[in-house]
């Protein structure tokens, strides 16, 4: 597939994730990646889904699930429009459970995606029902930490198993490692606070783009 960015919010109330996503619509971006925390799986708390539900947008939306129970959001994700929800493999104890949810979330959305943290271990993902395989790039819960180097072997990895998903990563992606991460196999970029700085988002976004189309930083 032609590689993706995917603009990232991260937001711990409603006005600042209004005020990403209003950046975010002003540039050529078609997806946008929302972070939903519950304060269990991950200490911080979120802009939780029944807060931006009511938030129209031209955006296709995509939840980022850190937490356990996920499926209790599984209605107001829909109510706010979410096509592609992702659910960490975390998240349960085994990979048949993490599958059987996986299962049980296509039933709301039209694409379900399996995230892994990096210190957990790359397992066997044939016949997993998914449409993405997630890595994340740091240890998730905060936005703007360093990339763990260590994630472009396991990028590789699981390209390697030759699925039929999507390879995504999210976390630490900026400038400076976006073509590695691309020759490592990721396919789709999830992008966040990179985006927020210097320039405008729209600017940023086609920087990335420049730079994912073989150009130089």
């Known amino acids: 597939m032609k590689a993706e960015i995917c603009p990232g919010i991260l937001s711990h109330n409603l006005e600042e994730y209004i005020a990403h996503l209003e950046q975010v619509e002003k540039s050529d971006a078609t997806w946008v990646h929302i972070d939903v925390m519950d304060g269990q799986f991950v200490p911080n708390i979120s802009v939780m889904p029944h807060e931006f539900m009511s938030i129209p947008t031209r955006l ?4 980022h699930l850190m937490a356990y129970h996920p499926e209790r959001y599984y209605s107001d994700l829909t109510v706010a429009g979410v096509s592609r929800v992702l659910i960490h493999r975390e998240a349960y104890g085994s990979l048949g459970e993490c599958s059987a949810a996986l299962k049980h979330a296509g039933d709301y959305f039209s694409e379900v ?3 892994i943290n990096p210190d957990t271990v790359i397992e066997d993902y044939s016949g997993l029902p998914t449409q993405v395989i997630q890595c994340m790039g740091v240890v998730p819960g905060a936005s703007g930490k360093e990339f763990i180097d260590d994630v472009y072997d396991r990028i590789r990895a699981v390209s390697a ?8 990563v999210d976390g630490g992606v900026h ?6 991460l691309q020759k490592a196999g990721a396919e789709r970029f999830v992008i966040t606070s990179a985006l927020y700085i210097a320039s405008s988002v729209s600017q940023n976004l086609q920087n990335f783009i420049h730079l994912l189309a073989g150009g130089n930083a």
């Open 113 to 115: 995606g399996m995230v």
């Open 161 to 168: 198993q030759r699925l039929s998903v999507v390879v995504a």
């Open 60 to 63: 296709h939306l995509e939840a």
């Open 175 to 180: 400038q400076d490692n976006i073509q590695e």
